[in-house]
């Protein structure tokens, strides 16, 4: 075997050059540079959506609450804070904090039947002014 016969071979068997592991590097930081911001976008959009649709459950539960009990509640929105009141009470029974949600001071009251006079409610989503329209006659049809 000749000298530059087993010099291919060795050439053969060696890895990758620094230059080449340097430019796969690169790509693949720019890359990542480039999607990773809109993964955590979608993520934070797809928070904020639960929030939205725990609100709304929750606001339903609570109505069927006050039909099932005959109890009137008030919901106080305010920031990031959700306050709910049984009655006539002046200490809120239950305090929820959301993350993605921000509220303008604004209230609802529940009557005993479940029913409330606004069916609206402000938020902001992310910086995004909304309007979400409650529906609470879904909790009323589990009932009749």
């Known amino acids: 075997m000749s000298i530059t016969n087993r010099h291919n071979v060795n050439k053969i068997n060696n890895g990758f050059t620094m230059i080449e592991l340097l430019i796969v590097l690169a790509i693949m930081s720019t890359l990542m540079g480039l999607v990773g911001p809109l993964a955590i976008n979608a993520y934070d959009k797809a928070q904020a959506k639960t929030e939205k649709y725990q609100l709304n459950n929750f606001i339903n539960k609570l109505s069927y609450e006050a039909f099932t009990q005959g109890q009137t509640k008030r919901i ?50 992310r910086g995004q002014s909304e309007i979400m329209t409650l529906d609470l006659s879904a909790g009323k049809k589990h009932a009749s």
């Open 76 to 125: 106080d929105l305010e920031g990031n804070q959700v306050s709910i009141y049984a009655g006539e009470e002046e200490i809120p029974a239950k305090v929820f904090n959301f993350k993605y949600l921000f509220f303008q001071p604004q209230y609802i009251n529940l009557n005993s039947n479940g029913f409330t006079l606004s069916d609206t409610i402000d938020l902001q989503i």
